[in-house]
């Protein structure tokens, strides 16, 4: 046999729980909460605000930034020309031109390396196709430029970081560079806990607009 549905009058209901005490308290109980939280901003028991620049969230050690071409140990690109990270690039922001290597012991090296940063999408796609752990990513997400000619990135540019070292690396293959090297020292900065929060901050110098020049190495 089908049970019957059973019908609820929320009208009625709500005409019975209602009173004025509950009228009245209602208000006062969210106007202090709100109250407890503007006290804790002022007295700073919680700080949500990032004093930026001076101050900055600390990012992961694997977040996608800028990217930088590794070198080996004289200098030269660790990249040998494969198009790997090319052919991965879902954006079809990467443009290789190859060459041959003095060394027979290398059989390629890029002639061209360019990346279009204005189309990327900073995935890490090229990182993962990567099989000489020739590009990895930084942790720089500040970026601007003038001219469109300055988003072009092209070796030089991607292996020649003046800015480098204040934000660090970012995503790569391994923790520790093991094949490769890059052309600077990132600094260890000391950070700080968030009043209030879990998460960490970090306390850097002021990082203006780099204007790179392709003359000076």
């Known amino acids: 046999m089908k049970k019957q549905a059973k019908v609820i009058d929320v009208s009625a209901r709500a005409e019975s729980e209602s009173s004025f005490t509950k009228g009245v308290l209602g208000p006062l109980v969210g106007m ?3 109250i407890n939280r503007m006290v804790d901003n002022l007295t700073g028991k919680v700080n949500a605000t990032i004093r930026y620049p001076e101050e900055r969230r600390a990012y992961s050690d694997r977040y996608r ?31 290789i031109e190859p060459a041959e290597h003095p060394d027979p012991l290398i059989e390629k090296y890029p002639a061209r390396f360019d990346i279009d940063m204005l189309r990327c999408v900073f995935c890490g796609f090229c990182v993962d196709a990567c099989p000489e752990e020739a590009i990895i990513m930084s942790r720089e997400s500040e970026l601007c430029a003038f001219t469109r000619e300055e988003t072009m990135w092209d070796i030089k540019r991607l292996m020649q970081r003046p800015e480098l070292p204040e934000f660090g690396l970012g995503y790569r293959p391994n923790q520790t560079l093991v094949d490769s090297t890059v052309k600077f020292t990132p600094k260890e900065k000391e950070k700080k806990k968030l009043a209030g929060r879990v998460t960490l901050k ?6 203006i607009h780099v204007t790179f020049d392709p003359t000076k190495d």
């Open 32 to 34: 202090g909460l709100t």
């Open 65 to 95: 930034g800028a990217h930088i071409l590794t070198a080996r140990e004289d200098g030269s690109p660790r990249c040998v020309a494969c198009y790997m990270c090319a052919t991965a690039c879902p954006a079809d922001c990467i443009y």
């Open 202 to 207: 970090e306390d850097v110098e002021m990082i």
